[in-house]
């Protein structure tokens, strides 16, 4: 299926700290995008990687994307508590874009 | 302020009671979007719309209608509300379809049905 996997589901970690997610999916994609989400808020994007990229920097935020592997990583230096969040990604093929369940982050001060 | 919002943030009702949520976006975007969100599921697409007049069926339509009368306006609407929809909905919408750049979200809409 499309639908990206995220793993760890949930992940803790000290401020200061970094943080890495990942996200594997199933079948060929024309970009990548991740999210995050404040609980019970709405979805802010963090970041889109197209099929023919391998590393996008944006800030502390640092994705990586491996198209033989199926699978891509967010990698967020130096965590802040405001870090907290649930992480998203969403593999697309052209219209059709499918968001797993979601990595938790919580970040201790 | 560019903006996706959503009307009501909340709502309780019952079983059988017709509703509707509001979606309204600033940003001239051509398309947009509904989606649940429950627990362990992350998110799944209810309904799209590329355009003005033209909306499609996404994951799980089931007991939902749309419409798009104007770009700026995607209600969601729960004709006969169940139990099983009570959820977390988010309206999005992005320049292009979906895939090719980012959405936006409004701040979402927490339904329960009794």
């Known amino acids: 299926s499309q639908q990206g996997e995220e793993d760890p589901q949930a992940l803790s970690i000290q401020e200061g700290e970094n943080a890495t997610m990942n996200c594997s999916y199933k079948?060929?994609?024309?970009?990548l995008q991740w999210y995050r989400q404040n609980s019970g808020r709405g979805l802010v994007h963090l970041i889109l990687i197209r099929s023919n990229e391998r590393e996008k920097h944006s800030g502390r935020l640092r994705v990586t994307l491996d198209t033989s592997k199926k699978s891509s990583s967010l990698l967020i230096t130096a965590s802040r508590a405001a870090d907290t969040a649930s992480y998203f990604c969403a593999p697309t093929y052209f219209n059709d874009m499918r968001f797993g369940a979601g990595t938790r982050l919580t970040v201790k001060p | 302020e560019a903006q996706v919002t959503q009307n009501p943030r909340y709502l309780i009702t019952v079983t059988g009671k017709k509703l509707t949520v509001t979606c309204s976006q600033n940003m001239n975007h051509e398309y947009m979007s509904w989606y649940r969100q429950d627990p362990g599921l992350g998110l799944r697409q209810i309904y799209y719309s590329m355009n003005v007049e033209v909306t499609d069926k996404g994951d799980v339509p089931e007991g939902y209608k749309v419409s798009r009368k104007e770009k700026r306006n995607f209600p969601l609407i729960l004709e006969s509300p169940s139990p099983n929809q009570t959820s977390l909905y988010f309206c999005?919408?992005?320049?292009?379809?979906?895939?090719?750049?980012?959405?936006?979200f409004g701040p979402g809409t927490r339904l329960t049905v009794l």
């Open positions: 999005a919408s992005s320049l292009r379809p979906g895939g090719y750049n980012e959405q936006f």
């Open positions: 079948t060929s994609i024309n970009n």
